[in-house]
Every structure is written in C-alpha cells, then in structure tokens.
C-alpha cells in the first residue's frame, strides 16, 4: 500500500510540475551557466522545460568602437525612455513580442571601457525569457524587434541592471539579437474575479466554455487528459505555458490537484476551457505557486490513465 501511495505522489508532482515547471519545480532553463540573463529582473525567471531552439543566424556582431562605447551615435534612435538603438541586422520576423509573450534572445553587455559582463552568445542555446520578466528598458527594447534582427543598445545607469557584486548600475552597451518569439494565449479580461458567465464545480472552482467540443466522450477523472494549457496569477503575468515548450502535455486527472481536476473533468475534445482555481483551493505542492491561478485549457484527446501510469502496465500503442 505504501508503494502504491509513493508512485501516485510521484505521478502526481510529475503531472503538476508539467504546469508549474517555470515557478521552482525544476531549473530554470534561461539561466544561463547559472546566471539570470542580464536583462531579467530578479526573482525567478518563469521559463518552461526548455524545447531546442533556434541557433542564431550569424555570428555575435562586431565590437563597438570606443567612440560608440562612449556614448551613442547622433543618428541612434531614442526609445520613450531614453535608451538609444541604433540596427545592426534587419529581422525576418512578421511580429513583435507582447508584454505576456516569452522571448528567446542573445546578448553581450559592456561598459564603457569595453569590459565585457554579459554573453550569452558563449552558449548553445538562446537564453528564454517572459517579457514580464525583464527589466522595463529591456521590455522596451525587444517590443519594437522581430525574430532575427540585432540591435545595439545604450543603456544609461538608471536604466541598466544592478551589478551582482557591487550593487552598482553603470551605463552598458548592450547588443541584442532576438531569435524568437514564443506566442501565448491573450491574457484573459478576468483575473482576480471569474467571468461572471463562469459557473461553479468543486469547491469554490469556476469553469467557463469558450468554445464547444467535438462532442463524444467527456473528461473524467479516471482519464489522461492531453491539453494545450497557460496559467496565468492574478496579476496576469504567465506562469507557464504549453506553447512556451512547444508541445502539449498528459495530465492523469486521478493524480493531480483536485482542484485542476475539477477544471478538466466534462470537456470534450476539442473543448477550449477557462478555468479560476481561488487561492484556498490551490493545494499545489512544495516550490509549486501559492494565491490563484487562471487557465486556459484546450483538450485535445483523452486515455485511460490506468493503462499508462499504471506501474507495470503496458504500454498502449
């Protein structure tokens, strides 16, 4: 009996840390050597179980000059905030990251003497960020950029990051490639409270249809449920998202919080579904978020759970 309680807990944090994988449940993976990129703000950075990437299409662009290191050029463009850009490469991209959209990008920083803090070219992989993540003149930057362009940026000390050792900010040279930008769902107009069209299941979670199913069988919680899925908290920041990692993920509805059950259990295939789990009902697990959640859910297909997370079960083809 233990045995079995232990799998199911296993199962249960597995099939939960597949929602919560940004919030502490694993490494984030746009940290980079183990550092924050430098245009993230503290705390942690919320990405999803990194997908490969893009590579970027060329090399890290030539060093500035000591007069470009010295101030920006009078032909670089001011941003409302007053950090200068000036492009290096156009984009192939068609559109500009959205304040809930993630990003993945490459960055060298330098001060004024050319001392290089920060490059993440030095990597494999772009690091990933949520735009809400970054720092505000980093959120300005990338939201005027689409994929593939290289832009060189003058941050003046106010504007820049602190310095990890000293405290500091100084004024850094920033050349910033975006490679990518990873859609996710519009930010629901409802947060802190339900839509009042939403009705109640469980205790206290409300649910509301946003467009039908297929009809046919309905979710319940002896099912795997596969689903498209975004979490968002009330302040509308995205706490994780299946598009972030670029494929959908197998929840056994027996085995995860009651209340995500409750969310899930009725939909139909097909079905996209909102969902507002209150603070009191979010019984998530060491590491996972605390206060409530907002999802979107979108069900794409259904299994017996007993024949995949069974142990010893097999494998159903």
Known sequence: MERTRTNSRILSNLALGAVFAALGAVAPASQVDGQVPPGAASGNPGSAPAAPAPKPLTPPPAAPTALELAGPPATATRLPSGVATRQLRAGTGKVQPRLQDFVLFFAIG??????????????????????????????????????????????????????????????LVFDLELV???????????????????????????????????????????????????????????????????????????????????????????????????????????SAPTGALIFELELLNLADAAKIFTPGAANPN
């Not at 995860?256 to 409750?262: G, I, L, R, W």
Request: net charge positive; aromatic share 8%; charged share 20%.
């Open 110 to 171: 330098r001060k004024s003497d050319g001392t290089v803090v920060q490059n993440t070219y030095s990597v494999a992989e772009p690091a990933r960020m949520p735009m809400t993540k970054l720092y505000p003149a980093w959120r300005e930057a990338f939201a005027g950029m689409v994929a593939g362009e290289q832009r060189r940026f003058w941050f003046p000390a106010n504007l820049a990051p602190k310095n990890p050792q000293t405290g500091a900010q100084e004024a």
């Open 180 to 286: 990518h930008v990873i859609r996710v769902p519009d930010t629901p107009a409802a947060l802190k409270n339900a839509d009042p069209k939403a009705s109640q299941v469980g205790l206290g979670t409300r649910v509301l249809s946003v467009k039908a199913g297929k009809g046919g069988a309905k979710a319940t919680r002896l099912d795997a449920a596969l689903l498209n899925f975004t979490v968002w908290n009330e302040a509308g920041e995205v706490l994780s998202s299946s598009a972030v990692d670029g494929r959908p993920t197998l929840f056994p509805l027996d085995r995860v919080m009651t209340s995500f059950a409750d969310c899930v259990e009725g939909m139909t295939v097909g079905e996209l579904r909102r969902c507002w789990i209150p603070a009191a009902r979010n019984e998530g697990f060491p």
